[in-house]
């Protein structure tokens, strides 16, 4: 089971460095069936933050702040009310809805091309109130399904955001969100971390290391082109598997 974390983790990292995500839907489901959900999500959490914040100091050049202001002020905002006003609700209902949004919304901003050029035409990269929506849908799925990034996936496709640059911009924002829900969880909900050894905690770190590298090797291989599909498989992924899972335990 180690060996499947350890694989998992280095795709996600690969993926997480080519297209700026990934790495919380490719390695999260895998360490949460291995170590269990409260610990696992913890450990998403923390790989993540780690993963994002040695992948900026590579792309901080390419980093658009006025966009990750918006969208990191707005998710983090709508955390808390969020967990307030969903406590009560139906978590495999809501995990259902969450994932369906996301692929008709992905959907839409695909097969849509007229969608798509007036939105790049209209919203731009930095629109502030439409980021400020985006973050709001990406804190909302965070803490509604788990799933923050694919609507930021979905923001990027329908605006024609360049790869390179989303991928940089994503990276604060993903840490800062991640550090956010490890604090709240350690806090709030008393969770605690992976009872692992330390030559285990060591390997998983070195995993990640490498994963990010190998995508380090990969991403000037990779073209605009490829990177935007990869982005779409990616924001599909985390929606089908959401919706899933949530209709799996209805």
């Known amino acids: 089971m180690l060996t499947l974390l350890v694989l998992a983790i280095l ?11 990934g790495f919380g839907l490719v390695a999260g489901p895998f360490i949460v069936l291995i170590v269990g959900p409260l610990e696992g999500v913890l450990f998403v959490n923390l790989a993540g933050a780690i993963a994002s914040t040695i992948i900026l100091g ?4 390419d980093v658009q702040w006025r966009a990750f202001g918006w969208l990191t002020v707005s998710s983090v905002a709508v955390t808390v009310p969020a967990a307030l006003l969903l406590r ?11 994932g369906l949004v996301v692929i008709l919304a992905m959907t839409l901003a695909v097969a849509t091309t007229r969608l798509r050029r007036e939105g790049a035409r209209t919203l731009g990269v930095e629109a ?13 799925g965070s803490v509604a399904a788990g799933i923050g990034g694919p ?8 605006t024609g955001w360049d790869p390179r640059r989303f991928a940089a911009t994503a990276q604060p924002f993903f840490a800062a969100n991640a550090l956010a829900a490890l604090v709240a ?6 969770a605690s971390f992976p009872a692992l050894a330390g030559w285990q905690w060591v390997l998983l770190m070195v995993a990640i290391v490498g994963g990010l590298a190998i995508g380090e090797l990969l991403t000037p291989r990779v ?10 498989v990616l924001a599909y992924v985390g929606g089908l598997a959401t919706l899933t899972r949530g209709l799996a335990h209805l």
């Open 151 to 158: 609507p930021v996936a979905v923001y990027a496709v329908l």
């Open 11 to 21: 795709v996600g990292g690969i993926l997480q460095r080519v297209t700026g995500m």
């Open 185 to 190: 969880k350690l806090v709030l909900a008393d």
């Open 223 to 232: 073209s605009a082109t490829a990177t935007r599909r990869v982005l779409i």
């Open 58 to 61: 590579r792309v901080v050049r």
């Open 88 to 98: 009560d609700v139906s978590a495999p209902a809501l995990e259902a809805t969450v």
């Open 128 to 140: 502030r109130w439409p980021l400020a929506m985006t973050g709001v849908a990406s804190g909302f």
